[in-house]
T-cell receptor, first 115, second 114 residues
Framework: GAGVSQSPSNKVTEKGKDVELRCDPI?????LYWYRQSLGQGLEFLIY????????KSGLPSDRFSAERTGGSVSTLTIQRTQQEDSAVYLC?????????????FGPGTRLLVL | EDKVVQSPLSLVVHEGDTVTLNCSYE??????LLWYKQEKKAPTFLFML????IEKKSGRLSSILDKKELFSILNITATQTGDSAVYLC??????????????FGQGTILTVHP
C-alpha cells in the first residue's frame, strides 16, 4: 500500500494488560511519529524516530510506554499495565525526514479502549 | 510550556458561507505552523507556513501567518458540506532533539449544513 498503515484498528483490553500497537510507515520515509488523541483533546506528541533511533521521547506519558523501530521501517508502541486513562486513538505518521513536514502522512489510527 | 489555542472550538454554518478559523500560539523556537483537516481518524495536511504575511492558497482554502502577533487564520470560502471536519493547527518547534515535533491545538469542529 502507498499509505501509512496501523494495526490493529481497534483494541479492547482489560486494565493491567499489556498492548502492542504497530505502525508501517510509507516506504522510504525515515521519520516516524507517534501521537495520541484522547476524547475531546487535541493530538498529543508521544515520540519520534529518525531511522531506528528516537531523538525525542519527551512526550511519553510514563515509563509504562515504550516504542521501538526496527530496520528503519516498522514501529511498535507498547503500553504495559494499561490504565483506563490510556484509552485514546493512537496515530502514527511518517515523513521523508523530520524537517519535511509537508510530506508527513498520518495513518488511520488504533482506537484503544481499556476497560 | 508550548501552547497552541484554536478558536472557535466549534462552528456551524450553511453552504456558501465563509468561515475564518483562528490559531494562536506561545512556543519557544518557532519553526513552522501547519493546518490539517481531520475527518474520521487520519489528519490530512493542508498548509505549512513559515513566513509572516505570505498567504497560502489552495482552491477555496487560504491561510496566513502573523509571527509578530503569534497567530494564524484559515479561511474557507463558499463552504460545502464536504468541508465538515475538525481543523487542526499545529506548531513545529526547532532546535535540539525537537526537530519535527508538533504541538497541536484542540481543534475547531466545523459543521456545514446544506
Amino acid at each position: 500500500g502507498a499509505g501509512v498503515s496501523q494495526s490493529p484498528s481497534n483494541k479492547v483490553t482489560e486494565k493491567g494488560k499489556d498492548v502492542e500497537l504497530r505502525c508501517d510507515p510509507i516506504s522510504g520515509h525515515t521519520a516516524l511519529y507517534w501521537y495520541r488523541q484522547s476524547l475531546g483533546q487535541g493530538l498529543e506528541f508521544l515520540i519520534y524516530f529518525q531511522g531506528n533511533s528516537a531523538p525525542d521521547k519527551s512526550g511519553l506519558p510514563s515509563d509504562r510506554f515504550s516504542a521501538e523501530r526496527t530496520g528503519g521501517s516498522v514501529s511498535t508502541l507498547t503500553i504495559q499495565r494499561t490504565q483506563q486513562e490510556d484509552s485514546a486513538v493512537y496515530l502514527c505518521a511518517s515523513s521523508l525526514s523530520p524537517g519535511n513536514l509537508w510530506t508527513q502522512y498520518f495513518g488511520p489510527g488504533t482506537r484503544l479502549l481499556v476497560l | 510550556e508550548d501552547k497552541v489555542v484554536q478558536s472557535p472550538l466549534s462552528l456551524v454554518v450553511h453552504e456558501g458561507d465563509t468561515v475564518t478559523l483562528n490559531c494562536s500560539y506561545e512556543v519557544t523556537n518557532f519553526r513552522s505552523l501547519l493546518w490539517y483537516k481531520q475527518e474520521k481518524k487520519a489528519p490530512t495536511f493542508l498548509f505549512m507556513l513559515t513566513s509572516s504575511g505570505i498567504e497560502k492558497k489552495s482552491g477555496r482554502l487560504s491561510s496566513i501567518l502573523d509571527k509578530k502577533e503569534l497567530f494564524s487564520i484559515l479561511n474557507i470560502t463558499a463552504t460545502q458540506t464536504g468541508d465538515s471536519a475538525v481543523y487542526l493547527c499545529a506548531v513545529e518547534v526547532a532546535g535540539g532533539t525537537s526537530y519535527g515535533k508538533l504541538t497541536f491545538g484542540q481543534g475547531t469542529i466545523l459543521t456545514v449544513h446544506p
